[in-house]
C-alpha cells in the first residue's frame, strides 16, 4: 500500500510529505519533481503569494545514489514567505499577537475554531490553506515516475471557468499546457480570461471544472468483489480530498441525461488488437475497474472563499457582525487544481498498482505486470 501524509502550515517554515510504501529501485529525478512544482504555481487568476514562493523540493530521507530505498521518502518545500509571519507563526512565542476572530464563509474557518476549542481562526486557516497541495503535488511527481514505468502518463486541462467552457479542443497537448489556462480552446479561454479580470476588479473569486486523464491503463486495477476497494470509489474519494473540489464526475459530464443504448461502450476484437472499445463514455471503468481505455476524471472546484471584498461574518469571541477575515488569495485556481488532481489520481493508481502486482522492487513489479500483460492478450 502507498501512502502519503503532508505536515506543515500556510506561512510556517515549510511543507513536508511522507510517502510510505513506495518500492525501491526507481531512479528519481528532482528537475521533473520542482517541474510540477511550478506546473501548480501557473494559472491566470493566481494571486501575489507565487509570486513570492519559488517552490522546490528537498529530498531528506528514502533515496541513495538517485534510486528509491523502499523506506519512506521524506520530502521538503520551504516557505520563502515564512520570514515575514515568522512574528505571528513562531513555533515557540509569538512575538506578534494579532488573533483572526472573522471567520470565512465557505471556508474551514468557524467549523474548525468549534470543533478544537480555539480563540484564533488563524489556528484553523493556516493548515486548512491550500498551500498544502503543494506537498501532495511533490509526492504525486515521484508517484508519475513510477507509473511511467508501466506507461501510464497523466494530463490535466481546464474545461471551464465559470459559466464559460470549451466548445471545441483545437490546440495540440503542448499547446494546450503553455496557455494560461491550460485550455485547449483559444477562443473560449479569451472569454474566460476576461472573466477572471473582471472577477478580481471586483473583489471576487471563480470557480470551474478540470478534466484529469491518464493513459495507457491495463484493464483489471481495483474490483468489484468489495465496495471500498472499487477503483473510482478511491479516485472520488482522493479527489474529494482537494480543497474547494465540490463534485467529481468519471467518463461523460452528461452520461445521466443519456439512454442506456447512448451510455454504454459497446465491445469489439481484433486478432491484432484484442479485445477494445470505440467510445469511452465511462470514462475508463467498469465495476469499480480499470477496462483499459484512458481514465478521465472531471472535477467541480468551488470559488475560493478568500475574498478581497469579504462577505458578512460573525466575530468568534463577541458574536458581532463584522467584515470576514481578508487573506492574500488567488482569484481562480482551476489550473492548479488540476495538476493537484494529477497527483492524487497518481497515488491512486499507483497504490492500485502495487495492490495488484507486489511493492517491494520496481523489478519485480514489472515482472508480474508484463506476466499479466501476456495472460490478458491470449483472453
Not at 103 to 108: D, E, K, L, V
Not at 212 to 237: F, H, N, V
Not at 354 to 363: L, N, R
Amino acid at each position: 500500500m502507498i501512502r502519503i501524509m503532508s505536515a506543515g502550515e500556510s506561512h510556517g517554515k515549510g511543507l513536508s510529505v511522507i510517502i510510505d510504501g513506495f518500492p525501491a529501485g526507481l531512479p528519481v529525478d528532482i528537475a521533473f519533481i520542482n517541474a510540477e512544482l511550478r506546473r501548480r504555481q501557473q494559472g491566470y487568476g493566481r494571486g501575489q503569494r507565487m509570486q513570492i514562493e519559488a517552490d522546490k523540493a528537498e529530498i531528506l530521507s528514502g533515496v541513495r545514489d538517485g534510486q528509491t530505498l523502499g523506506t519512506p521518502i521524506a520530502l521538503w518545500i520551504q516557505n520563502r514567505d515564512y520570514v515575514n509571519w515568522q512574528g505571528r507563526m513562531n513555533v515557540a512565542k509569538l512575538t506578534v499577537d494579532e488573533p483572526v476572530t472573522a471567520p470565512r464563509p465557505g471556508h474551514a474557518d468557524l467549523a474548525g475554531v468549534q470543533k478544537f476549542g480555539f480563540r484564533d481562526v488563524r489556528n484553523v486557516l493556516e493548515r486548512a490553506s491550500a498551500r498544502e497541495t503543494a506537498a501532495r503535488v511533490a509526492a504525486g511527481a515521484l508517484l508519475k515516475l513510477f507509473l511511467r514505468e508501466f506507461g501510464i502518463r497523466l494530463s490535466s486541462q481546464t474545461i471551464a471557468i465559470a459559466d464559460i467552457e470549451i466548445d471545441q479542443k483545437t490546440r495540440t497537448a503542448d499547446e494546450t499546457e503553455e496557455s494560461p489556462l491550460r485550455c485547449a480552446d483559444p477562443q473560449r479561454e479569451k472569454l474566460m480570461l476576461e472573466r477572471i479580470d473582471a472577477a478580481a476588479q471586483k473583489g471576487d473569486t471563480l470557480g470551474g471544472v478540470a478534466e484529469i486523464r491518464a493513459g495507457g491503463i491495463c484493464p483489471g486495477l481495483g474490483t468489484y468483489t468489495q465496495g471500498d476497494e472499487r477503483l473510482d470509489a478511491k479516485i472520488a474519494a482522493a479527489m474529494m480530498s482537494i480543497p474547494s473540489v465540490k463534485g467529481v464526475i468519471i467518463g461523460d459530464r452528461d452520461i445521466a441525461t443519456r439512454p442506456g443504448s447512448a451510455a454504454q461502450d459497446e465491445i469489439y476484437y481484433s486478432n491484432t488488437d484484442g479485445f477494445y472499445r470505440k467510445t469511452n463514455h465511462a470514462g475508463g471503468i467498469e465495476g469499480g475497474m480499470s477496462n483499459g481505455e484512458d481514465i478521465v476524471v472531471y472535477i467541480q472546484i468551488k470559488p475560493l472563499p478568500s475574498l478581497r471584498t469579504p462577505l458578512q461574518s460573525a466575530d468568534i469571541r463577541t458574536g458581532e457582525a463584522v467584515a470576514a477575515q481578508k487573506e492574500r488569495a488567488d482569484v481562480c485556481v482551476v489550473p492548479a487544481a488540476g495538476v493537484v488532481g494529477e497527483a492524487m489520481l497518481a497515488l491512486t493508481l499507483a497504490d492500485a498498482i502495487v495492490q495488484k502486482f507486489g511493492g517491494d522492487a520496481i523489478e519485480d513489479i514489472k515482472t508480474n505486470f508484463q506476466q499479466y500483460r501476456k495472460r490478458i492478450c491470449k483472453i
